[in-house]
């Protein structure tokens, strides 16, 4: 949780940038979802740790109350969800890339918009999902909640292990006819594998906005 006193609220969707500058005066940066959204001048990241990463390990292990970061933001414009727009939306994450569409759930929820909402989460198990409390939660609302298991699954789990599929997707996901907006986000070939798949099934390209991630270079 940061508080960023000159922060102007954010849209569901939306990231920022955290730049750090080391005693030498190297400095790395890196982009960040943001899992809140709305007015207000708290702001949270949610960080899966790289252990290699420059960024990630100082967030997770190192930083602590009362230490100063330089953040940029609100940034993004595309990748993300107005409570004005009736349309169905589907959103679908790999792994951590459930945080700007956590953003999006958690506004539905709070919000008075009627737009169906649906969630299929892809985790590498039950323990690497982020959040998995809060989004079983909103999935007993006005959410619903699909999960898929790519490594492990919690016992007399119905769907065998794996990636997702374009079943998955056909049998997850409001359908074409529907005109849902979908929101895709997580690792590079996790959203490109989706993003083909949902066109291949009828979806329009249009109504597929995606948001990735991948190692710095």
């Known amino acids: 949780m940061l ?11 939306q990231h920022l940038d955290v730049r750090l500058t080391a005693e030498d005066g190297y400095q790395a940066e890196r982009s960040y979802s943001v899992a809140s959204s709305g007015p207000g001048t708290t702001v949270e ?16 292990r190192d930083v ?4 100063f970061l330089e953040v940029k933001g609100p940034l993004g414009a595309y990748f ?8 169905p939306v589907q959103l679908i ?4 890339g459930v945080v700007p569409l956590l953003a999006m759930a958690r506004a539905r929820a709070a919000s008075t918009a009627t737009a ?5 989460y892809s985790a590498r198990t039950a323990g690497d999902a982020m959040y998995a409390e809060e989004i079983g939660r909103l999935g007993t609302g006005a959410i619903e909640v699909a999960w898929i298991y ?3 699954a919690p016992e007399g789990w119905p769907r065998p292990v794996g990636r997702i599929t374009s079943a998955d997707l056909a049998d997850l996901c409001w359908p074409p006819a529907q005109r849902p907006l979908v929101f895709v986000c997580g690792p590079t070939a996790f959203v490109e594998t989706v993003a083909d798949a949902l066109v291949q099934l009828g979806h329009a390209s249009e109504r597929v906005r995606t948001e990735r991630f991948g190692g710095a270079t």
């Open 3 to 13: 508080d960023v006193p000159a922060w102007s609220g954010n849209l569901p969707g």
């Open 45 to 60: 990241l949610a960080v899966d740790e790289v252990p290699d990463g420059e960024v990630s390990p100082y967030l997770v």
């Open 64 to 67: 602590q109350p009362g230490d």
């Open 80 to 87: 993300v969800w107005r409570d004005d727009d009736p349309s």
């Open 93 to 96: 994450a790999g792994g951590s």
């Open 116 to 120: 169906p909402f649906r969630l299929l």
């Open 150 to 152: 790519t490594r492990a």
